[in-house]
């Protein structure tokens, strides 16, 4: 039976997915009783994600063995045990997917962060998930580098769905909405359906707040502790407007009349870092019709035990977010700074995740093969 704060989100179109994965969650039905209980619909994953579950416990003791003994490498070992991990989650899904038509149903899987720069790298790559996963229902991340950009028009037009990740400014944004209807452009001028092509945009939230929260906290005036904790709904908000924008366009029109998905809106980023803040902050505030919030469970159980739902808490709000934007920069926080600087920290902290689970998962491979 589904809870009725997560079933209130649901109602008012915003699909919930969650954001963790790892074999445990899998094979004790725990993502199986989400989908019941909690409205849980898709899920992401990331390094960080991976790390923490290869990290603890034994439950890939007998894959990482019978790798390590046919004499694969840290690199293949990682990924036969990811792309294995979300290719059972599809499966669980495969329901949700079918039913929704694609729109969800959804596990997303990144493409190694050390290519966040390399574009012809990172097409490749996208292509090698997609057909080691073998799910349909796979969305392949990429991330909103200048070098992703061109690396998600060449993704979306080979027909492969695509969730783009690690978008922080608004200007970034317009350009992932711009690259995606080119390569649905594409993929329609090579005969193509586009009515099987999806993808998501996941704009980050919290890092937002972490970031500028410090920024005002220097500037030490009652006038910049009153900004706190509102820039990250407001970048949300401006980029959900955006968004309604961009797909109301005639460009968007011919493409939804041969049979395209408009690409949606994910909350990423939801977990509240302030304890000051509430913990359902970053889903009670961000409520609109056609966005996907990611969660982790963590916060997913904070939704379901308290989470006021209270409609759509978005689309009236954009004056109000352009203001606190303006009034930002008008006491000294450089948005365009703190964006930049943003994605530079995400692009590292998944590279260093990464590191950790290649070093992780060598030590277990040393282990199992002594």
Known sequence: MSNPNTQALSDAGVSIWLDDLSREL???GEIAQLVEERNVVGLTSNPSIFQAALSKGDRYNKDLAALTAAGKDVEEVVFELTTSD?????????PIYESTKGVDGRVSIEVDPRLAHDTDETIAQAKQLHDAVGRENVLIKIPATRAGLPAITATIAEGISVNVTLIFSLERYRAVMNAYLEGLEK???AGKDLSTIHSVASFFVSRVDTEIDKRLDAIGTSEARGLKGKAGLANARLAYQAFEEVFSTPRWGSLADEGANPQRPLWASTGVKDPAYPDTLYVTELVAADVVNTMPGKTLEATADHGDIHGDTVTGGYELASNLLDDLERIGVSYTEVVELLEEEGVDKFEKAWGELLDGVKAEM????A
Not at 86 to 94: G, K, N, Q, S, Y
Not at 366 to 369: G, Q, T
Request: net charge negative; charged share 25%.
């Open 26 to 28: 899998i094979e004790t």
């Open 366 to 369: 040393a282990k199992v093969s």
């Open 187 to 189: 993929a329609h001028a």
């Open 86 to 94: 979300v290719r059972e989650a599809c499966d669980i899904f495969l």
